[in-house]
């Protein structure tokens, strides 16, 4: 397990490796880009061993990415704890039987999904993104985990944005970011 000083350094690589593009999707935001830190492998396994790490003291068995980055987020971090992997999907996009959640972001709705048979009562399960802004897709991924029967262990994110106070609406468990902006 890393200790402090490496999940500090990769912090300092990750930070690197994001590039801003200004008045994407739509103007007025600034979207925090992580294919600069995907293409470079070193930063990228460094970004992952630190959130392996900073999860490491958790009780969780899956680990719930969103889609579409916070599967390769979630995918990662699933090999690197040796947990499993559940994918939340958009709508209309797993083909065996699903539930979904409604739920409002920054700049619009959306409605996710996963497989109805994904998680085990009770089963404890960490949601995993790229980036937590407003809280509400994470918000929104956890209680279609509740609403399975299972337990949200806590929240994983390479990247937080702190003045949109997303951690605020994450209240089952524990959240981890990698870097705040």
Known sequence: MPEKQTIKEAEELLRKRIRDIPDYPKP????KDITPLL????AFKSSIDALAAMVSGLD???IAGIEARGFIIGAALSYATGKG????RKKGKLPYKTISMDYSLEYGTATIEMHADSLEK????LVVDDLLATGGTARACADLIKGSGAEVAGYAFLISLKELNGKDRL????????AEY
Do not use: M, Q, T, W
Not at 85 to 88: S, T
Not at 122 to 125: A, L, M, P, Q
Not at 171 to 178: H, I, M, R, S, Y
């Open 85 to 88: 992997f559940v994918p939340v």
């Open 60 to 62: 969780f068995a899956y």
């Open 28 to 31: 007025g935001i600034l979207f």
């Open 39 to 42: 293409k470079d492998a070193s």
């Open 171 to 178: 209240n089952e468990g524990n959240v981890f970011c990698l």
């Open 122 to 125: 009770g089963s404890r399960v």
